[in-house]
């Protein structure tokens, strides 16, 4: 497509177009989020482990989350990853306006999620719910809590999975806030939009993780 | 590379509407499903309508449908290996204290004689020490 025509500027030296640098790109991209799956698999092993152990326990835990919480953020998540599909939509068709818009979408949908996050953690820090050895619950919703065993397990599980996921939403924002910026400017197009393509990427695959956290951890 | 130079696939606007207001309605149906009572199948239900909404998000949203297949092959080869990570784990740690017993009795059936009126004890009490 863009080798008959002048070299692009973002084209570099050991390539040959546009066209094999976006596709060594995302080549690379997927062998990265490869990684990330492996990453959290290790914690949904763990997860499973302990939920084939104790299935009692785990079941009876998943009434300690707010389903309606965790279904919000979901809906807000998935939200935001069809405002990033629709700027990478937009700038296929050199619509730099509506791809800003829609990635700055995108951060508020991940800035909501994560007010929820905070809500939801705050909310458990209050009575007592910690990882690991602080782990001494109290209070109306969450004292009975503290007297079952490996419930300190689960909520462990939970504060490491929800709280990873939590700063790979985080670093998304941040990339996307650079994008944002940088599509204002006009550095993307249809002719290079990689930065674009690969963060979506990203935000699908831990849309995606967040898509199992949900009904593992919050409903059954 | 034999298509370098084609042009990238565009996914339509209606694609992508149809493709989240699916999400949404799954995100419903595994609330609703939860909610219900339905025993062993709680479990399966909810992960199958999971595994159902991790697949439109990579077909259709990451454009997997449309893309290189090398793609598509690292992440097969990617949730291969978590397969295998998460199975062999489970051949350990759901089976424990059984494989490696030889005696007559597995350490489950010697647990529940240990478990049951003192008269029995003797041969139970044996089975645990042999193992580990």
């Known amino acids: ?220 | 590379m034999a298509h370098a130079e084609h042009a990238h696939h565009i996914t339509p606007f209606r694609t992508l509407l149809g493709v989240f207001l699916g999400l949404v309605f799954l995100t419903i149906l595994t609330v609703t499903t939860s909610r219900l009572d339905l025993g062993v199948l709680d479990v399966p239900v909810a992960l199958a309508i999971a595994l159902g909404k991790a697949a439109l998000v990579v077909v259709f949203f990451m454009a997997l449908k449309w893309d290189n297949r090398v793609n598509g092959v690292v992440l097969a080869l990617g949730v291969l290996f978590v397969s295998i990570f998460l199975v062999f784990t489970l051949f350990d740690t759901a089976f424990r204290g059984d494989t490696s017993n030889v005696d007559e009795v597995t350490i489950k059936d010697a647990e529940a004689e240990l478990a049951a009126p003192a008269g029995d004890a003797d041969h139970g009490e044996s089975a645990p020490a042999a193992d580990h």
């Open chain 1, 1 to 220: 497509m863009s080798t008959a025509k002048a070299a692009h500027p973002k084209l570099q030296h050991h390539f040959v177009s546009m066209e094999q640098q976006f596709d060594a790109s995302k080549f690379g991209m997927w062998l990265f989020l490869v990684t990330e799956i492996l990453l959290f698999s290790g914690m949904f092993v763990a997860y499973t482990v302990y939920r084939v152990w104790h299935p009692e326990v785990f079941e009876a835990l998943s009434t300690a989350l707010d389903w309606r919480l965790g279904g919000v953020n979901t809906l807000v998540l998935l939200a935001s990853s069809f405002t990033v599909a629709l700027s990478i939509h937009h700038i296929q068709n050199d619509n730099q306006r509506a791809m800003v818009i829609n990635i700055l979408l995108t951060i508020l949908f991940a800035g909501v999620f994560m007010f929820i996050k905070y809500l939801e953690y705050s909310g458990k820090f209050s009575h007592g719910v910690f990882p690991g050895e602080a782990y001494a619950p109290f209070g109306d919703h969450y004292g009975h809590y503290a007297d079952v065993p490996y419930a300190p397990q689960f909520f462990s599980i939970y504060f490491v999975m929800t709280g990873i996921h939590g700063v790979h939403v985080l670093i998304g924002m941040g990339v996307f806030a650079w994008i944002a910026i940088k599509g204002s400017q006009g550095l993307f197009s249809s002719e290079y939009y990689t930065p674009v393509e690969l963060t979506g990427l990203y935000w699908h695959l831990v849309d995606i993780i967040w898509i199992f956290l949900f009904p593992l951890l919050y409903l059954i």
